[in-house]
């Protein structure tokens, strides 16, 4: 008797979870998935996706989030390494740092965007206060779409700001779990900070790199709001054309054809960090 | 062999919660059937459903001071300015049978995906009984969508107007008159603005949720070529995107950004503007010495303006239709319209006209307005009609055009043919015939020439 409890325990402890998954994320899946291939009255067809190629945006929206993803991804992963390291070395007010650094995780994406636009427009900050300064005679166009380059870098710099902090959070536990023995072993025969990173911190920081990593790119492909934002119709990303697809257009199949198509990036992109950066269990658990 | 067991749990506790979690089969459309009203004392409550009147000030002036003399039902006025969740809120009500919405108020183009939706109530016999109030003849015949049933009762109407810094004046070409301008002096005041300050400071709002392609559709379109489908491809369209070339030379690039003018005329990014009446009025509520409205330019074909249509419709299978139609009386009551144009900045949809009485704000907007519908070469252009659900189809075509004929610089003659088959396959496909200023296509689908 005691046995079978103790067999279900896990299980009733996984139930809620496992039921709002279910509910709120799996099934919608399904759905949208669904109505990629379905015409409006729900018939099976492919045209969706014939009429997403063949729109004008889809072609810079494709190219766009990869760009932005070859550019944020490996961006912040080191930023955020360098950020966690500094942080897990435990200086004097490093707590406060951590604060400054894990700020931008409690606000939105769109909001983040909104502060940013209001940072790099016209009549922005960034401009009036060069201007104040006498660095500018008259104000830089950052946003405009006949400056490409520095809209995008615009982008690059609101992106890196908002997500840095999840994939450091992720490192910095996996920093805290690496057991101290290692370091000082590592002391022991006489290993310098670099080494010490390179040969111990790093191999044993593989598993949430991994996790950091695939976190990452889900969400650089799902970036939206921020480049909404800032940059409006003329960089257009897969998400955003989703958005608009639904929101503006009302045309839910569509939508869901560019979701699907985002959502087999993603899974490409994890089973290749699977694969890349494979650990073994006794890496990821230290024992 | 004992993760084996976990693993066969595991699974049978998924499928079993994937099977609970099918979708069940849909109940019917129809409503529950209506309950006998008992006759109470206290009035019933009704929903009033709106995607007008985002800004929270606005909200408050229309629960305190507009619907506050209403008393055949208790009103809980929400707004949910966005139309993806307005509109799924009402498919899902629908589709479930539980109806809460009583009263409907949306623009124009929002009434199609309605009655795709089939959520809304025949209201021919409440336009026969407001027949003496004397509301525009040509509001009401929009309001039946192309069908033979009143579909909504006209609201409020807006417009879109010239807006200018008067700092903007001596930079006007010589012998311009600034309230009879045309495009080609339009993109002239811009490049004399652009050589005097290095800045171009013409402004329109082409960002993602703008309403530039309204401007294309009822302003540009028109007055270059007198049609809009019919011309779409014309020898007068070439001439048209040439000139908005050479107009978006002088026009600040941040316009992509752009999605209301306000706030980019009071931050001075912007002198001269074009765009929607709501989406202005703060520059003349928060300088109103800096600003001036003047009615939008002519082209060869005329001064053609479209003039924005908001209504009220009353939900298929509300619980409250009678407290509705006595809101959709209240609000067509010439005082109610009075104290929308003098709370909310809206203009009266009644043939009496516009009130006298109002904030000096409004009447600096007004003044352009009035100006704009009573200039010798004025025409009125109708939103688009009979397209449906895919509206949002029809100004994506006027999208990608601008898109790629002005910011991509693609060839004018084939962005217009390959945009203008798109649109022939989207008029066939929903059989919508002209609507004005295209000539008539009686029951034929509207075909590009």
Redesign the interface.
């Known amino acids: 008797m005691r046995v079978r409890t103790e067999s279900i325990l896990p299980?009733s402890l996984l139930?809620p979870t496992?039921?709002f998954i279910?509910?709120l994320i799996?099934?919608p899946i399904f759905q949208a998935f669904l109505l990629a291939f379905q015409t409006a009255d729900g018939e099976f067809t492919l045209t969706q996706f014939e009429k997403m190629i063949a729109d004008?945006?889809f072609a810079d929206a494709l190219k766009f989030t990869f760009l932005l993803l070859i550019f944020i991804v490996p961006a912040q992963v080191v930023l955020a390494l360098v950020m966690a390291l500094l942080i897990h070395t435990r200086f004097k007010g490093h707590t406060f740092f951590l604060y400054i650094y894990a700020l931008p995780l409690a606000i939105s994406d769109l909001a983040a965007g909104i502060v940013w636009?209001a940072i790099f427009?016209?009549?922005g900050f960034l401009n009036s206060g060069l201007f104040q300064l006498g660095l500018l005679e008259?104000?830089f166009?950052f946003?405009?779409?006949?400056?490409l380059p520095a809209l995008f870098s615009t982008l690059i710099i609101a992106e890196s700001w908002r997500a840095t902090a999840i994939v450091m959070v992720i490192l910095l536990a996996g920093l805290q779990v690496i057991p101290r023995d290692y370091f000082e072993a590592a002391d022991v025969f006489g290993a310098n900070t670099l080494k010490r990173t390179l040969f111990v911190v790093l191999p044993l920081l593989r598993p949430s790199l991994q996790n950091a990593l695939i976190i990452r790119t889900i969400f650089a492909f799902q970036t939206f709001a921020v480049v909404?934002?800032?940059?409006?119709?003329?960089i257009p990303v897969l998400t955003g054309e989703a958005y608009?697809w639904?929101?503006?257009?009302?045309?839910a199949n569509i939508a869901a054809a560019y979701s699907t198509l985002v959502l087999i990036f993603t899974v490409i992109a994890t089973v290749v960090y699977f694969r890349l950066l494979r650990t073994s269990t006794a890496e990821a658990g230290f024992d | 062999m004992n993760k084996r067991i976990y693993r066969i749990?595991?699974l049978a506790?998924?499928l079993t919660?994937?099977a609970a979690?099918a979708p069940a089969p849909t109940p019917a459309p129809t409503a529950a059937p209506p309950t006998a009203a008992p006759t109470v004392a206290a009035p019933q409550a009704l929903l009033f459903s709106s995607t007008q009147f985002n800004p929270v000030e606005e909200q408050e002036k229309m629960r305190t001071v507009i619907l506050k003399d209403f008393t055949a039902a208790k009103v809980d006025f929400v707004v949910d300015p966005?139309?993806?969740p307005f509109?799924d809120r009402i498919i899902a009500e629908q589709k479930t049978g539980k109806i809460t919405v009583g009263v409907i108020g949306a623009l124009h183009g929002t009434f199609p995906?309605l009655v795709q939706a089939n959520a809304l109530e025949d209201l021919t016999a409440l336009a026969a009984k407001l027949q003496s109030r004397s509301i525009v003849k040509e509001f009401m015949t929009l309001g039946k969508l192309g069908s033979d049933k009143q579909y909504y009762i006209p609201w409020m109407q807006a417009t879109y107007i010239m807006v200018y810094n008067k700092k903007a004046l001596p930079y006007l070409p010589a012998g311009a008159n600034v309230d009879a301008l045309t495009y080609a002096q339009f993109a002239e005041w811009g490049k004399n603005i652009t050589t005097a300050t290095?800045?171009k400071k013409l402004g329109l709002p082409?960002?993602?949720?703008g309403l530039m392609h309204r401007l294309t559709q009822g302003y540009l379109y028109p007055s270059y070529t007198g049609g809009l489908v019919t011309t779409y491809k014309s020898d007068d369209a070439v001439k048209m995107w040439t000139d908005v070339k050479a107009i978006w030379e002088q026009t600040?690039?941040?316009s992509?950004?752009y999605n209301n003018m306000q706030d980019a005329l009071l931050?001075?990014?912007v002198w001269v503007t074009i765009d929607h009446t709501a989406r202005v009025v703060n520059a003349f509520k928060n300088k109103p010495n800096d600003f001036l409205a003047a009615p939008a330019p002519a082209g060869p074909k005329g001064r053609y303006y479209m003039s924005v249509l908001a209504g009220l419709g009353i939900m298929k299978g509300t619980p409250n239709k009678a407290g509705a139609e006595a809101l959709i009386d209240y609000l067509t009551q010439p005082v109610q319209q009075a104290a929308t144009t003098r709370e909310v900045n809206f203009y009266p949809v009644l043939e009496t006209g516009l009130p006298a009485d109002v904030p000096a704000h409004v009447k600096l907007e007004l003044d352009g307005v009035v100006k704009q519908s009573k200039a010798s070469d004025a025409k009125v252009a109708l939103l688009p009609i009979g397209l449906g659900?895919k509206?949002?189809?029809f100004?994506?075509i006027q999208?990608?055009t601008l898109?790629?004929i002005v910011?991509k610089g693609e060839d004018i003659k084939k962005v217009l043919d390959e945009e203008g088959a798109k649109l022939n396959a989207l008029m066939a496909e929903l059989k919508a015939a002209c609507w004005s200023p295209d000539p008539s296509s009686g029951d034929k689908p509207c075909q590009v020439k």
């Open positions: 299980y139930a496992l039921i279910t509910l799996v099934v004008t945006s636009l427009t016209e009549r008259r104000p166009l946003l405009s779409y006949q400056n909404l934002a800032l940059a409006g119709r003329v608009n639904y929101a503006l257009n009302r045309n | 749990a595991m506790m998924l919660l994937l979690c966005t139309e993806a509109m995906n290095k800045e082409a960002g993602p949720t600040n690039p941040q992509t950004t931050s001075e990014e659900g509206a949002g189809d100004n994506k999208q990608d898109t790629r910011l």
